[in-house]
């Protein structure tokens, strides 16, 4: 079965100090893979995609994932975390036998403390 | 630019009471139509799925069905609300029929059922 599982319910981190939230999937064929973040009583906000290519990608907010095929992951980073980074953080997969679905994990919650 | 609006925003019902809930997108056509579910502000359960006008894909077996009027429309409704009907519903959107395409979400509507 494909799915995503984002193994931490809470990351914490020091302001300032670099952030990494997991991510892990099992899908038939290429992986899409997505990050989203969301706010408290907000709707998700895309942050990146990884289709093809380099397996680092950049995106919206100073953030960046590492796609690594031989460990299934993708782990979202960012090399400085900001208090206002703090927020609740989801990976997701597109599932290859249908273009029209897309399966989110669990979400990770991502505070960062002054 | 494309947007997407989803109304309500909050909205409580008695159990046994009727449901609407309406999403529109604009600047684009044929879109891929979602609905989402999210209980107690973790894990998204895709409910519904549209191609396109008239068609319609049910994940989930529930007391929830949906509706595509129009090109750019799609309604989540119910008949008679259950109070395990409660949760944060968004709608959401995508272009094409790849699988790298992204996923854009509304930003939601509370449902409350009392």
């Known amino acids: 079965a494909q799915s995503v599982a984002q193994p931490e319910d809470q990351v914490n981190v020091a302001e300032g100090n670099p952030l990494t939230v997991k991510c892990t999937y099992s899908?038939?064929?290429?992986?899409?893979l997505f990050w989203y973040v969301q706010y408290p009583n907000r709707g998700l906000q895309f942050l990146l995609k990884?289709?093809?290519?380099?397996?680092l990608v950049k995106g919206s907010y100073g953030f960046e994932a590492e796609f690594n095929k031989s460990q299934t992951s993708f782990h979202l980073k960012k090399p400085s975390a900001l208090v206002s980074d703090s927020a609740l953080y989801f990976c997701a997969v597109r599932l290859y036998s249908s273009a029209s679905k897309i399966i989110f994990g669990s979400g990770t919650r991502l505070s960062i403390r002054p | 630019s494309q947007t997407i609006h989803q109304w309500p925003a909050t909205l409580v019902q008695p159990v046994g009471s009727p449901l609407s809930l309406e999403c529109t997108v604009e600047g684009t056509s044929n879109p891929n139509l979602y609905w989402y579910r999210q209980a107690a502000g973790r894990g998204l359960q895709l409910l519904f799925y549209s191609v396109g006008i008239g068609q319609i894909s049910s994940e989930v077996p529930q007391n929830l069905s949906a509706s595509r009027p129009q090109d750019r429309q799609f309604i989540l409704s119910s008949k008679k609300l259950l109070l395990s009907d409660s949760g944060f519903y968004l709608c959401?959107?995508?272009?094409?029929?790849?699988?790298?395409?992204?996923?854009?979400f509304g930003e939601g509507s509370w449902l409350t059922v009392v």
């Open positions: 959401a959107w995508s272009v094409g029929r790849g699988t790298g395409n992204t996923i854009y």
């Open positions: 990884y289709i093809t290519g380099d397996n």
């Open positions: 899908v038939s064929g290429n992986p899409y």
